[in-house]
């Protein structure tokens, strides 16, 4: 059975670093594309990114790049959503989901983490 | 602002038919990439309810149909039921140069 299952929900202060995680199973890891996707509270999906942990290649969406980084370990079968500095606009819940060989959709979806941020 | 056009709501009575709308433009959807769609409950993470145009995972009632023509795609639920209330959302791609994904702002359906 494949299954995402994601870090724990985290509360941070502006300005701190965050890395949350999203464990793949039931599936050869290297062989699919994981996503992040963002929802802000009450708003809509956000596709902030993609990584392949086979070789490490990894897109992020015009609105994502540089504000936050993907990237993966396979010898654990992690895949991982990191800042270096956060602010409040990055309180939200975050997905992590895998991309279909073929579609490109999302077929497999973490249960999600939730990040606030917070003075 | 969302790349994907969605009306944000749409409502319907039991048993009847309503689509959803999902507008793009000749990067994305019209540039030949598939449309997705997904459910969302409150509280939950988003299902996958068509792939690839016109697909159903298995599971899904074949109540729920896709469809894309151009640079646009529609979903349509016959039969409404009452549990189908939920947030749904398109998906496609941009054929930018490294290429990224991109989701409709979301329609909420409402059953009457």
């Known amino acids: 059975e494949v299954q995402l299952v994601q870090s724990g929900a985290e509360v941070k202060k502006p300005g701190e670093s965050l890395k949350i995680s999203c464990k793949g199973s039931g599936y050869t890891f290297t062989s699919y594309w994981i996503g992040w996707v963002r929802q802000m509270p009450g708003k809509g999906l956000e596709w902030m990114g993609i990584?392949?942990?086979?070789?490490?290649?990894?897109r992020y969406s015009p609105s994502f790049q540089g504000q936050v980084t993907i990237s993966a370990d396979k010898s654990i079968n992690i895949a991982y959503l990191q800042w270096s500095s956060l602010r409040a606009s990055d309180t939200a819940m975050y997905y992590c989901?895998?991309?279909?060989?073929?579609?490109?959709?999302?077929?497999?979806w973490g249960q999600g983490t939730l990040v606030t941020v917070s003075s | 602002q969302s790349v994907l056009t969605q009306p944000p709501s749409v409502s319907g009575a039991p048993g009847q038919r309503v689509t959803i709308s999902c507008t793009g433009s000749s990067s994305d959807i019209g540039a030949g990439y598939d449309v997705h769609w997904y459910q969302q409950f409150p509280g939950t993470a988003p299902k996958p309810l068509i792939y690839?145009?016109?697909n159903r995972p298995s599971g899904v009632p074949d109540r729920f149909s896709g469809s894309k023509s151009g640079t646009s795609a529609s979903l349509a639920i016959t039969g409404l039921q009452a549990e189908d209330e939920a947030d749904y959302y398109c998906q496609s791609y941009d054929s930018s140069l490294s290429g990224w994904g991109v989701f409709g702002g979301g329609t909420k359906l409402t059953v009457l």
């Open positions: 690839g145009n016109n």
């Open positions: 990584t392949y942990p086979g070789d490490s290649d990894t």
């Open positions: 989901a895998r991309q279909a060989r073929y579609n490109q959709n999302f077929d497999y």
